[in-house]
């Protein structure tokens, strides 16, 4: 990707996902800043050493190393307050999914609310915010998104689709629709 990979992480919040994997739902948080910590070890050390509390590493290198010092940048989805703080304190920024506007205001009003009450790294530089909008997207929605300091949209293939099926398979006339409709928004 020379240098254009972005890393999207969540810690989840389906109970049957985590018990087919024989994990603990109470464990996700600790697990999501172990992982987060031992992907950095292994993009920035010569011979990569951490040990959390559930991630070991000593003695393993990964290659090719990542093209940007540092690693791709680390995006950290979830609205719940141990999700915001993780993105704060560990991510490069923050997602959010299904935003509207008004929404939108409420949860960038919040996040830099907290941006304060946490330690932020200064490598990890200002927290990028990125959101999923849904509803009807025009030039308008943009500019509310962009005065909100959102610093990028992220859309799914069927921008109108109802929520309950913002997942499901798009044909590829309507993804091309969707693309040219998005690109008259922009400047």
């Given amino acids: 990707s020379h240098g254009r990979l972005i890393v999207g992480v969540g810690a989840g919040y389906v109970e049957a996902e985590f018990a087919a994997m024989g994990v603990e739902l109470a464990e996700r948080g600790v697990r999501m800043d172990d992982h987060i ?3 950095r070890a292994l993009w920035t050390m010569d011979h990569p050493h951490y040990s959390g509390q559930v991630v070991q590493i000593d003695g393993v290198n990964a290659y090719p190393r990542p093209v940007r010092r540092g690693g791709p940048p680390i995006v950290a ?9 993780r ?3 560990k991510a490069n920024g923050w997602y959010c999914f299904q935003t509207t506007p008004e929404w939108a205001h409420e949860a960038t009003q919040v996040i830099n609310s907290e941006i304060n009450q946490f330690d932020r790294p200064s490598e990890l530089g200002p927290l990028e915010i990125t ?9 308008r929605v943009r500019e509310q998104y962009e005065a909100l300091g959102v610093s990028r949209l992220v859309f799914l293939p069927g ?3 109802p929520s ?12 091309l629709r969707t693309i040219d409709q998005l690109a008259s928004t922009m400047p």
């Fill in 37 to 39: 910590d031992a992907m």
């Fill in 77 to 85: 989805g979830g609205v719940s307050a141990p999700a915001r703080r």
């Fill in 87 to 89: 993105a704060i304190a």
């Fill in 131 to 139: 959101m999923t909008p849904v509803g009807p997207f025009d030039t």
């Fill in 159 to 161: 921008l109108d689709a």
């Fill in 164 to 175: 309950g099926r913002r997942h499901d398979p798009v044909p590829v006339d309507d993804i």
